[in-house]
């Protein structure tokens, strides 16, 4: 199913070629005609039998009906750093995946790793399709024979959330009414919502429970927030089965080297803790800016959760194994293990291995001190712990995958 660029302009002028000649064509022209007319139809003929046998012929089909003992999941912005992480695991556990991205911040390197992977038919489709497009998601939940869906499209930059905070409301708020609307409209009966720390704001208390109270203090959790709300609106009168998972920072990457994180590279000023690091490793920016040193944390710097993305992502399959009609569950994901940004970037130095230079500069605006979670109730409810909680083996991970793929996808 991939066909994000198909060349529109070449098949319309050669389309419009032939007519030119036909009214003066004189009879030995016309036998011409005939005969080529009847080699066109032979290979149309010939090419629809090969296609018919080919194996993958059916693949359109087989995604669109229920299948008895496959779980079909709707994976939004799998082209993105978690959702193709998530994607390769549920193809790993035999769920039918069916990714819908509209490549403004993913990869379609991702998508091809994934299909080279599980090339089988029935395994994994991608269409290039827009949230926003509420004609164009309905088209493919019309198509589609979808069992669960698993919501993480998003932009999900804060600081670019403050700068343009339309942009967010809009991809996160309303797209996600979009894709509600259309599984409530085809009966699609599980969601696991991406939802994150953000949405808590700067809460007085750690570590941050589900009952923490929410109050989101930039665009991005706000739009999060608002989102969250209109499913928990919506469930409530519904059988939709609803998981809501709230992420802290995420880090790492495939451990077998396939997929990591490649924000594109107009995102760099948006960047997170790690990809400063790595960028600085690579000497791709000029070292390393921590942002406050006088917070009342142990050594003075901003204390965050990190958790590896390969928990994360198994988070989300104990979130879709457990997911029942009617019921509700809003869980932290994180390890409940703070750590400050000093610890980060020493972390980050022995990963690499590069002496990354260290400015120390005044606060910025809008940061707050600590920040990390309380995972019990996904412990005790969903039996999920965190497993990779060794920051120096995560950052590695991802640093091999960086130093791999120093054009992100694009080298691959
Ligand atoms: N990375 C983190 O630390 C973190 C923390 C908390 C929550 N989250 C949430 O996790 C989810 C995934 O984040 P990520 O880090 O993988 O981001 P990402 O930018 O790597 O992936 C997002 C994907 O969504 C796609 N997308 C965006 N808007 C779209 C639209 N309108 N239509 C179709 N596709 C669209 C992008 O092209 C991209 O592939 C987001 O919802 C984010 O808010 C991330």
Known sequence: MINPGRP????????SMPFSGLEYADPKKKGNLIGKILLAAALTALCII??????????????????????????????????????LRLLKDKYRVTIVDNLSRGNL???????????????????????????AVNKIFSENAFDAVIHF????????????PLKYYHNITSNTLVVLESMAAKGVKTLIYSSTCATYGEPEKMPITEETPQVPINPYGKAKKMAEDIILDFSKNSDMGVMILRYFNVIG??????????????????????????????????????????????????????????????????ALERAKPSKVGIYNVGTGKGRSVKEFVEACKKATAADIKVDFEPRRPGDYAEVYSDPT????ELNW????????????IA??????????YGST
């Not at 490793?281 to 958790?307: H, P, Q």
């Not at 640093?399 to 992100?408: E, I, M, V």
Request: aromatic share 6%; with cysteine.
């Open 399 to 408: 640093w091999r995958w960086q130093k791999a793929h120093r054009d992100g």
């Open 50 to 87: 090969m296609l018919k046998q080919s194996p993958s012929f059916n693949t359109t089909n087989v995604f669109s009906k229920h299948e008895e003992g496959v779980t079909h999941v709707l994976v939004t912005g799998g082209a993105g750093y978690i959702g193709s992480h998530a994607a």
């Open 253 to 318: 990457s495939d451990p077998e080297g396939r997929l990591g994180e490649a924000p594109r590279p107009e995102l760099r000023n948006h960047g997170r803790i790690s990809g400063a690091c790595f960028d600085a490793a690579r000497g791709i920016i000029n070292g390393l800016k921590v942002k406050g040193t006088d917070y009342s944390t142990a050594d003075g710097t901003c204390v965050r959760d990190y958790i590896d993305v390969n928990d994360l992502v198994d988070a989300h399959v104990k």
């Open 109 to 135: 390197g991702a998508v091809k790793v994934l299909q080279e992977l599980f090339p089988e038919p029935g395994r994994l489709q991608f269409i290039y399709a827009d949230l926003g497009d509420a004609k």
């Open 377 to 380: 109730k996904i412990r005790r």
């Open 153 to 164: 499209a998003a932009v999900a930059y804060v600081g670019e959330s403050t700068l343009d």
């Open 8 to 15: 529109r302009n070449q098949s319309r002028s050669t389309r």
């Open 385 to 396: 712990t965190a497993t990779h909680t060794d920051l120096q083996e995560s950052l590695k």
